[in-house]
């Protein structure tokens, strides 16, 4: 019809296909040069729902970024172009591009909370534990547990809804810690309230999920880069991916030049000093490090990449748990961790804690055989002390600014430190 049409517009000088011309809506003056069109055929790519792991939600972490996967506003690496595949679903995060205008594109970290393993043996004990089979809809089982119906029925997230539940996070938690969670909780609209009113059934499931999987995600959110945090910044998650900024991991600079290293060790004695003393009266430490519990960006900064081994004491309001109830466990408590694990005691944690890891598993890779033999030696003596623990005399904050003292020095200033330069020709702090 419309090739039709275009024949009798490019004769329309005929007067007796005029009015023909004119009843059909030709324009005449247009027709000379109009030319069939051609359909537009846009390259998609193919996301699968098991990929994303929509096909699991609501016993997921979110949907708040999934338009921008399907708009191919995130693209992974691999994605040079149309006809590539996903990457296999079997890693644990990739590399990845974030654009919001299609014209200039970031570097963002694509992970899951857990291996697709671990998650697939997860969904598997909820439905033979819950239902007795081997497969179910995760959703209907976890709704009908015991947990799960007191969060329905709960106006307020209190201590008691989150024991047994093996995050770090919340081993030790206060209620000011819990309405933070739920004032702060970026999957559903801010509503800037302690209550959980604004969370529907759906979102309170995906709450609980995810901080009986992995509460990086939720850390992330409520201690914000934009507020000092030393985190990388939350952009979203999609079924079982979560997405964020990318950084490179610490490892990665284990070989790097003295002067890097210098610099590195000295922005991790700095997140450890705000992790220990900050405004909000919060203490963070470490239950677990190693060579990805930090990254570096590409301008230099350091900062936390891997919080789900962050546990927190609130030196303001103290635990709301004493230890006996942490005892009460159930199929949350399972997701990602042995059912029989121990807890540790909140009364255990010393303020060394996380500095004596840092001295046992990352100093010495970072800092080892870097520099000319007085400072090495003494650095090495140092590190030896540090790593035998809590015991030996002095605190945290001293042990800290002895090393601090060591390593500043060592630094330089130059363009390579994008973070703190030039700011560092002009300040007596670097």
Same mark, same amino acid.
């Given at each position: ?142 709704? $009908? ?8 029925? +709960?106006?307020? *997230?209190?201590?008691? #809804?989150?024991?047994? =539940?093996? !995050? ?82 610490? $490892? ?8 890097? +290293?210098?610099? *590195?060790?000295?922005? #991790?004695?700095?997140? =450890?000093? !705000? ?92 800092? +080892? ?62």
């Amino acid at each position: 019809m419309g090739h039709w049409i275009l024949c009798l517009c490019s004769r329309a000088a005929d007067p007796l296909m005029l009015l023909l011309v004119l009843a059909l809506g030709c324009d005449p003056s247009t027709a000379a040069t109009a030319s069939p069109s051609v359909p537009h055929v846009k390259p998609s790519y193919s996301f699968g729902r098991t990929f994303l792991g929509l096909d699991k939600c609501n016993a997921c972490i979110g949907t708040s970024i999934c338009k921008k996967f399907f708009k191919e506003e995130i693209r992974f690496d691999t994605w040079l172009s149309s006809h590539l595949k996903l990457p296999p679903s079997s890693l644990l995060s990739y590399s990845g591009n974030y654009t919001d205008d299609a014209k200039s594109w970031r570097l963002v970290d694509i992970t899951r909370l857990t291996s697709k393993y671990q998650h697939d043996r997860a969904d598997k004990r909820i439905c033979t534990s819950l239902l007795k089979s081997k497969t179910c809809s995760l959703e209907r089982a976890l709704r $009908r547990t015991q947990r799960f119906q007191k969060w329905l029925r +709960a106006k307020r *997230l209190t201590p008691d #809804l989150v024991q047994g =539940l093996s !995050s770090p996070m919340l081993r030790c938690p206060s209620q000011r810690l819990l309405d933070r969670i739920v004032r702060r909780y970026a999957e559903v609209p801010d509503a800037g309230s302690i209550y959980m009113d604004h969370l529907t059934d759906r979102d309170k499931l995906r709450l609980l999920y995810t901080l009986a999987v992995n509460s990086h995600p939720i850390l992330l959110q409520i201690f914000p880069d934009v507020e000092g945090w030393p985190f990388p910044r939350y952009l979203g998650s999609c079924g079982r991916l979560v997405v964020s900024a990318s950084t490179r991991p610490l $490892r990665d600079f284990f070989g790097a030049a003295p002067e890097v +290293a210098a610099d *590195l060790a000295l922005q #991790l004695l700095a997140v =450890l000093r !705000s992790m220990a003393s900050n405004d909000l009266n919060y203490f963070f430490y470490f239950t677990h490090v190693d060579a990805g519990t930090f990254g570096v960006f590409s301008n230099g900064h350091l900062f936390i990449r891997d919080a789900s081994t962050l546990g927190i004491i609130d030196k303001e309001e103290g635990s709301q748990l004493i230890d006996g109830q942490q005892e009460h466990k159930d199929i949350f408590s399972c997701l990602t961790a042995d059912c029989q694990s121990a807890f540790v005691s909140c009364d255990s944690i010393r303020e060394k804690h996380s500095l004596v890891m840092v001295c046992q598993e990352l100093f010495p890779k970072l800092l +080892a055989g870097k520099f000319l033999p007085p400072v090495q030696g003494r650095i090495d003596a140092f590190l030896r002390r540090c790593a035998r623990g809590p015991g030996d005399s002095g605190g945290a904050s001293e042990a800290m600014a002895e090393l601090a003292e060591i390593l500043r020095p060592l630094r330089s200033c130059d363009s390579r430190f994008a973070y703190r330069y030039p700011d560092c020709r002009y300040s007596d702090k670097y």
